[in-house]
């Protein structure tokens, strides 16, 4: 949220929006941040400044500022959204050695979520992704979900990014079309 130690702006924006869709399909999941305290990919953990990269595990590593840490405020889902509607909740970025950006996979695939074993029980093949922050978890679920074989939906009106540096959204957007996703709406603002 606009608020929180990570901002997105007008990330608010999207509670309506996101809630008209939890409404209207017979499957809602939501992935949440669920990070322990001195997560690998926290800036304060290597005491350099959020948003710095270097490698990592033998992984090219972005450090965030501290965010959605468990049990914290930041780590709750945002007021007003029908979180309780949603059927599922998959923790994410709970290995302290190891982010998360997908709601499938972390980030050296070495952990599997249970999503997709979710999905595949209830005969899901297609799935509409929202969220934030749009270059980063929605990207990264969406690429792990047509490298799975679904049919992915990426919902531009209920997407809003970081966008650490400029046209990072766009280039997100590009990249997910150009691997086989579905476009279903302008997105509202990249910056």
């Known amino acids: 949220m606009p608020w929180g130690s990570l901002p997105v702006a007008e990330g608010d924006s999207l509670i309506p929006y996101i809630n008209e ?14 990070h322990p305290k001195g997560h690998m990919s926290f800036a304060s953990t290597h005491g350099v ?21 468990q049990g914290s405020v930041g780590a709750e889902f945002v ?3 029908h979180i309780a509607e949603c059927e599922k909740i998959i923790q994410k970025g709970c290995d302290i050695q190891v982010d998360s950006y997908s709601a499938f996979f972390d980030n050296a695939k070495k952990h599997d ?7 595949q029980e209830l005969s899901i093949d297609t799935l509409r992704v929202v969220g934030v922050a749009l270059e980063y978890c929605v990207q990264y ?6 490298s799975l074989g679904y049919t992915v939906e990426v919902d531009l009106q209920g997407c809003k990014g970081v966008e650490s540096s400029p046209g990072d959204c766009k280039k997100a957007i590009a990249h997910m079309k150009e691997k086989g996703a579905l476009l279903v709406d302008q997105i509202r603002s990249l910056s």
């Open 21 to 34: 869709l939890i409404e209207k399909y017979p499957h809602s999941i939501a992935s949440q941040d669920w």
């Open 49 to 69: 400044e959020p948003f710095s990269q270097f490698k990592y595990g033998g992984m090219e590593q972005i450090v965030w500022p501290d965010h959605c840490v």
């Open 79 to 81: 007021d007003g959204l």
């Open 113 to 119: 979520s249970g999503l997709h074993a979710y999905c």
């Open 141 to 146: 679920t969406v690429l792990d979900a047509l």
